[in-house]
């Protein structure tokens, strides 16, 4: 339940001013947010509120389950938690079409993610209470935010807050009856499920010891990894104390969470000068779309990861066939290198095998990136699911459906069909903006900013898709190498 007090409630300027019905028909908006959740979805303290909320949603067992089981979470959390700030910044975008978009993709996202967890237990992430509660916690946490920060919403704000993110389920094609209908009884059902539904999982211990032990460096320190690990080895177990100290007490003591001494006093001032600084320090310092800049996150539609995975995919040259082996190497070496690339890229879920969902994530993850539509999604889809059936065939000695860690680099030079020129081609096609059949310096560097250290091959303005093909099998072919790549090996 929110607690209430005397201070200064939190001050919109005018909330209600900006409705997006339209001024001349008077007409009905788009569902989606309004200008209370835009508000504070805009901030970079928000990203205390979505953290908090990873928690919580984690520790829902179709959610938990679902992240364990097809998502990069449990391996990979830091990118989950940038992808949420990302699709958060869509979904609550001004353009109409800009939210839908974000909506349909990802519904197509949710809609290829069910199965069993390890206890028997089904689920499915479009089910209707699960989709409520990933609401109901960021709702719960964005009041929880303004109340440590010093200025608590009053009771008509939290009913105009509340209001929209029942609007988001709208948005997201749900009926919104699995979410109470009135904040008099949210809080009720906030409590019980709290109490009676979350637990202590896998994912939860990823978000709560995983994201800021793996926090990448920001720009400024990316040349400098022994200073960053030794920030982030100091930062990283204050952040999840700070966490844990701000989650309801209820769940802390039955997931048994403790927190050191002094925890709750820190989360209190870390809030309250987040809160401070959102209120005196100038907007655009504050704004979320900064925070992920300083952190380097925002500047990737696909090229830092597509960079890692093609960078670290160099390590299976002669899985291609027409691409020319590289010389020998020592038998041990080689098994490290296979055993790191198995480790880094292809185990995507991190559960030590080599399965669909694993493959499944890498295209999740690209599509999200490039925010491709549904069609270009699907080939996407297909290719990798082409790739995966190749592997299966090379490298599943055992036929058990899945490939271990051993299968891979023991059999690492069976060679495999060409599946990753379907890849090759789908990214193409994404990146071809202009439909011309070939990639322009921009459109290129669109793309590919961070995955590529140099231009467009012998500084030619453009590229043909035969060359882009050619270029792709290049680099996971292991033919070129460099320091940037080296630097996103281990990046989450």
């Keep these: 339940m929110a607690e209430t007090t005397n201070a200064p409630t939190d001050p919109v300027t005018d909330p209600m001013a900006d409705t997006g019905a339209d001024p001349a028909t008077g007409s009905a908006p788009t569902p989606g947010p309004g200008p209370l959740l835009r508000h504070y979805a805009n901030q970079a303290r928000w990203g205390l509120a979505a953290t908090r909320a990873s928690v919580l949603e984690a520790a829902h067992p179709q959610i938990g389950a679902a992240l364990a089981g097809n998502s990069t979470f449990v ?42 967890d ?13 989709r409520a509660w990933v609401m109901a916690t960021l709702f719960e946490s964005t009041v929880t935010m303004c109340r440590l920060g010093g200025r608590p ?26 979410l109470p209908a009135t904040l008099h009884e949210f809080w009720p059902y906030y409590d019980e499920t709290v109490s009676l539904r979350l637990e202590l999982n896998e994912a939860v211990h990823a978000v709560l010891y995983r994201v800021f032990a ?52 820190l989360m209190h001032g870390v809030y309250l000068t987040a809160g401070l600084a959102t209120r005196w320090l100038p907007a655009a310092w504050t704004r979320v779309s900064t925070f992920m800049d300083v952190l380097d996150l925002d500047d990737e539609p696909g090229s830092r ?72 999604e699907a080939r996407l889809f297909t290719a990798y699911a082409d790739w995966w059936r190749e592997l299966q065939t ?60 140099r231009e467009l091959t012998g500084g030619a303005d453009r590229l043909s898709r035969a060359a882009f093909v050619r270029e792709f099998l290049t680099f996971m072919a292991g033919r070129h190498h460099s320091g940037a790549y080296d630097s996103l090996l281990t990046e989450g």
């Design 75 to 116: 391996a990979r959390p830091w990118r989950r938690l940038r992808n949420t700030l990302v699709s958060m910044r869509r979904l609550v975008d001004d353009d109409d079409q800009v939210r839908l978009r974000e909506a349909a993709r990802l519904n197509r996202l949710h809609g290829r993610i069910a199965g069993t």
């Design 305 to 376: 990861l597509l960079g890692a995975l093609l960078h670290q995919a160099s390590r299976v040259s002669t899985l291609l066939q027409h691409v020319h082996a590289e010389p020998e190497q020592p038998v041990a070496p080689a098994r490290r290198s296979a055993e790191r690339f198995f480790t880094e890229v292809l185990d995507q879920t991190g559960n030590g095998h080599l399965e669909w969902p694993d493959l499944a994530a890498m295209a999740r993850e690209i599509a999200t990136r490039l925010d491709m539509d549904a069609q270009a």
């Design 118 to 130: 390890a206890q028997g237990r089904p689920y499915d992430a479009m089910d209707p209470e699960a």
């Design 214 to 265: 793996e926090v990448p460096p920001p720009p400024l320190l990316r040349d400098h990894p022994a200073a960053w690990a030794a920030i982030r080895a100091l930062a990283g177990p204050l952040a999840g104390a700070i966490t844990v100290a701000s989650l309801p007490d209820g769940f802390r003591r039955q997931a048994h969470l403790a927190t050191p001494p002094g925890a709750q006093a």
């Design 153 to 178: 919403l009053d009771k008509p704000t939290q009913e105009r807050l509340y209001e929209e993110f029942r609007e988001m389920l709208v948005l997201m094609g749900d009926d919104g009856a699995a």
């Design 394 to 453: 090379s490298l599943d000695t055992d036929g058990d459906g899945r490939i271990t860690r051993h299968e891979y680099a023991t059999a690492a030079t069976t060679p495999a069909g060409p599946a990753l020129i379907k890849v090759a081609d789908a990214l193409f096609d994404a990146t071809d903006a202009d439909g011309d059949q070939t990639i322009s310096t921009p459109e290129y560097q669109a793309l590919f900013r961070s995955a590529f250290d």
